[in-house]
């Protein structure tokens, strides 16, 4: 199967960066959710709760991650600023963080209208911000089965797009696998779109549960680290 497509998630919740080649380590891609905005309760933002989240557009330099917040703004914070040690509450599961000082993300309250802070994913964290499993897979072919017209690949929020469909347990690439964790069950989130962080009403989540079981991709362990590339044949097993 062919990669048609690789995305990355610096920001937990935030917009997608697509690239040509990823590296696939312990945590899943390199720069996946490796930052996450966080409530005044410790938990996680998300979609579900923050859509204009996905109106921020993160990028991830080597000493520094910069947002810009629909356009209209930009905060750019140093690496260095992350000094403050903080557990992100992730569905329970409290992660290791350290956390920029909320003064430097007053303006990104105001705009998503919650107080929020930055947090940075420890470097001693044995797992990255990422809701379940570390990688996403989706296929074209799910996409064209699902047959919604104005619904595109980016409203799945996928890392790995193959081109076609079928069914495995195992996909090798030249260097980096993955290997079939469990199906992906499908949230609200699906109905938000990710350009302008509204809501856009019941699909593609009514048709998803009527026709699919809820169910949209494949949450894949990591089976061997690598590269992988857009254009990359994966074997299936």
């Known amino acids: 199967m062919r990669v048609g497509a690789l995305y990355v998630y610096p920001v937990k919740a935030c917009r997608a960066v697509a690239l040509d080649v990823a590296a696939l380590g312990p945590l899943g891609l390199e720069h996946d959710r490796r930052f996450a905005f966080m409530g005044e309760d410790g938990v996680a933002l998300t979609q579900r709760d923050q859509p204009l989240l996905a109106t921020v557009c993160p990028s991830v330099e080597a000493d520094a991650v910069r947002l810009s917040f629909g356009g209209l703004f930009e905060i750019a ?42 947090v940075m994913l420890d470097p001693a964290a044995e797992r990255s911000f990422a809701d379940s499993r570390l990688v996403l897979v989706t296929t074209t072919g799910m996409l064209s089965r699902l047959g919604i017209p104005g619904i595109g690949m980016e409203r799945f929020r996928p890392n790995v797009v193959l081109k076609g469909n079928g069914e495995w347990r195992e996909l ?57 590339r857009r254009g990359e044949i994966l074997q299936a097993s």
């Open 77 to 118: 914070l140093a690496v260095s600023d992350f000094t403050q040690a903080a557990k992100l509450d992730v569905w329970s599961k409290p992660i290791p963080a350290r956390a920029a000082p909320e003064a430097l993300l007053a303006a990104a309250s105001d705009y998503l209208g919650a107080r929020a802070r930055l």
């Open 172 to 228: 090798r690439g030249s260097e980096a696998a993955l290997q079939y964790a469990k199906p992906c069950g499908r949230c609200e989130v699906t109905t938000i779109d990710q350009t302008s962080g509204a809501r856009r009403g019941p699909e593609p989540l009514r048709t998803l549960t009527e026709r699919f079981a809820g169910e949209f991709g494949i949450y894949c362990r990591v089976a061997r680290a690598g590269r992988l």
